[in-house]
């Protein structure tokens, strides 16, 4: 199935949520899931997903590139797409890769029985510098 859409931020998030009409849930990839050594950093996007359907946006969070090129457009997007959703129910750790500037993470993050995949990166001091719906496979 293909299903496109004509922007770059959040809206993979929304060609999925209209192709899983079609797609039964238990026809998504599954990833392996990984130890979660650093549960905060989980809880802080669960946090951030939560926060998105109800409006709020924390941004000191980010760092000074993600307030100018993330925070707007998760303020724009972030409230209409997660509220279209189901309820998260879930959040695993599925990638991992450190380098010596900034940590990138890729999460499965489940709305009800839907799995969508999140990337996450901070840097060093651990503020977000990106963070957005990505493909799920």
Do not use: C
């Not at 950093?41 to 951030?48: D, I, V």
């Not at 090129?69 to 209409?80: A, K, M, N, T």
């Not at 996450?120 to 496979?137: F, N």
């Amino acid at each position: 199935m293909i299903v496109l859409t004509n922007q770059r931020h959040l809206f993979s998030m929304l060609a999925e949520s209209i192709a899983n009409f079609y797609i039964p849930p238990d026809a998504h990839a599954r990833d392996t899931v990984l130890d979660d050594a650093d549960p905060k950093t989980t809880e802080k996007l669960r946090t951030l997903i939560v926060g998105l359907g109800d409006g709020k946006l924390d941004p000191t969070l980010f760092s000074e590139k993600g307030q100018k090129e993330v925070v707007p457009v998760l303020q724009d997007f972030g409230p209409v797409i997660v509220n279209q959703l189901d309820a998260l129910s879930a959040i695993y750790l599925v990638d991992r890769k450190v380098s010596d500037s900034e940590t990138r993470l890729v999460y499965r993050v489940v709305f009800g029985t839907r799995p969508t995949k999140w990337i996450l990166v901070l840097q060093r001091d651990g503020k977000i510098s990106y963070v957005e719906p990505a493909s799920s496979d």
